[in-house]
């Protein structure tokens, strides 16, 4: 076969410089009209490689790569996410690739942002060959770019080596997937897979059948506002009550900073409002669903206390759910997990599968019927300004995706 990867990194380039950062305090889809920049660019290189290939109204991309086998081979799906994470900036991102000998890197956009190697042993595997930051300044965009250039670079390998014989291959570009709306307005029947695999992965090797189940829970303390030099016995302060929430919140578990493995978290991170109204917001995660009741009954019970504390104030709890945890699904379907994890194996590569501490389109839309692994596509650090992808590792995803495509037709 020959040489996959090849036009990854270019892509990948010139994709980051796109801004397509989502907004979730839009209700609109995509949440932001920018997202669809990057989707005309996919969709007039999908053209260019003699494929049919539209966006829709909700920014969403669809292709298909035709079948070439005189099999009956089944249709699978590769996606990934044309958004970027809300948490830092994704405008005018200057991406560098640096020839990785080891150590800290230190980013030339604000040298105090350095990329450490003992807090980053993943990076430390990468020495010896190439990898890819932002200056500092922005996110890079790795999440989930870097599966949008393998996805894309995997066509563009199929097409240009029709030796190579797969089934019919739908390729999807999602929107706000980092806001929890990945798939919200999604075409199944125009996907139209047995099986899918998401690119939003990080170290080499790596694929996930495991993921959180989450919630997002919104707290809203109400006071009341009074000018306050006229506020004896009047005001009701909505910060200090949620401030009262928030330090009654466990301080030693159930928390991102000191959970790992299978242990869910409780975790508030945005905070907005006034002296009339604050709104929290809090993610609910855990591998085990039913859990999720009880975080929920944890922060019911939190809400009482403070309540209690500022008679008059109100506070009010509204639960939405997020996504499931795929292996509720997935272990229904093993032969989908079992050719990601021979498609791994034929790219020589050590497959580990292990419960990602967070979530993907995949999570949504196994729970709608169509199961959905994720593929490692070489980001870490993701939502930070640090975050980096290594070359090596998003060539193998090109070559993984290649040979799950040869895997299902090989087996029709």
């Not at 290939?53 to 044309?82: C, F, R, W």
């Not at 250039?149 to 706000?176: C, N, Q, S, W």
């Not at 809203?220 to 016995?233: R, S």
Request: aromatic share 6%.
């Amino acid at each position: 076969m020959a040489a996959m990867g090849q036009t990854v990194v270019e892509r990948f380039l010139r994709y980051v410089q796109i801004d397509t950062q989502s907004n979730e305090k839009s209700s609109a889809t995509p949440s932001t009209e920018k997202q669809k920049d990057l989707g005309r660019v996919l969709v007039e290189e999908l053209r260019e490689l003699g494929l049919d290939a539209e966006m829709d109204e909700h920014g969403y991309v669809y292709s298909l790569v035709p079948s070439n086998s005189d099999k009956n081979v089944p249709t699978i799906a590769y996606l990934a996410h044309q958004d970027t994470s809300p948490e830092a900036s994704g405008a005018n991102v200057k991406p560098i690739v640096h020839d990785y000998e080891g150590g800290d890197i230190v980013l030339p956009g604000d040298s105090s942002v350095v990329i450490r190697a003992e807090d980053n042993p993943e990076l430390v595997k990468l020495a010896g060959g190439q990898v890819i930051t932002s200056d500092g300044t922005t996110l890079l965009g790795a999440d989930d770019k870097a599966g949008v250039a393998e996805i894309m670079d995997i066509v563009h390998y199929l097409v240009k080596h029709p030796e190579i014989k797969h089934g019919p291959i739908r390729i999807v570009f999602t929107v706000d997937e980092e806001i929890g709306r990945g798939v919200d307005k999604i075409d199944l029947d125009k996907v139209g897979a047995v099986a899918a695999y998401t690119f939003d992965g990080s170290e080499a090797g790596t694929y996930e059948v495991e993921t959180f189940s989450a919630d997002l829970a919104v707290v809203t303390c109400i006071g009341n506002n009074i000018h306050p030099g006229f506020a004896t016995g009047k005001m009701i302060n909505a910060i200090k009550m949620a401030g009262a929430f928030l330090d009654r919140l466990p301080k030693d578990r159930l928390s991102p900073e000191t959970t790992a493995g299978r242990v869910g978290f409780v975790h508030p991170y945005v905070l907005e409002g006034g002296v009339d109204k604050t709104t929290c917001r809090v993610l609910l995660r855990s591998f085990e669903t039913p859990e999720l009741r009880e975080q929920e009954k944890l922060l019911r019970e939190i809400a009482a206390e403070v309540e209690k504390s500022f008679p008059g104030g109100r506070i009010e709890i509204e639960v939405k759910e997020q996504y499931r945890n795929m292996r509720e699904q997935l272990e229904h379907h093993p032969e989908v997990a079992e050719i990601a994890r021979e498609a791994i194996v034929r790219a020589d590569l050590e497959p580990v599968s292990e419960p990602i501490r967070g979530g993907t389109d995949g999570s949504r839309l196994t729970a709608m019927g169509l199961p959905t692994p994720n593929i490692f596509a070489g980001g870490l650090n993701f939502h930070s300004v640090r975050e980096y992808a290594g070359v090596e590792t998003m060539k193998k995803a090109v070559e993984v995706g290649v040979h799950i495509a040869r895997l299902w037709e090989e087996r029709a």
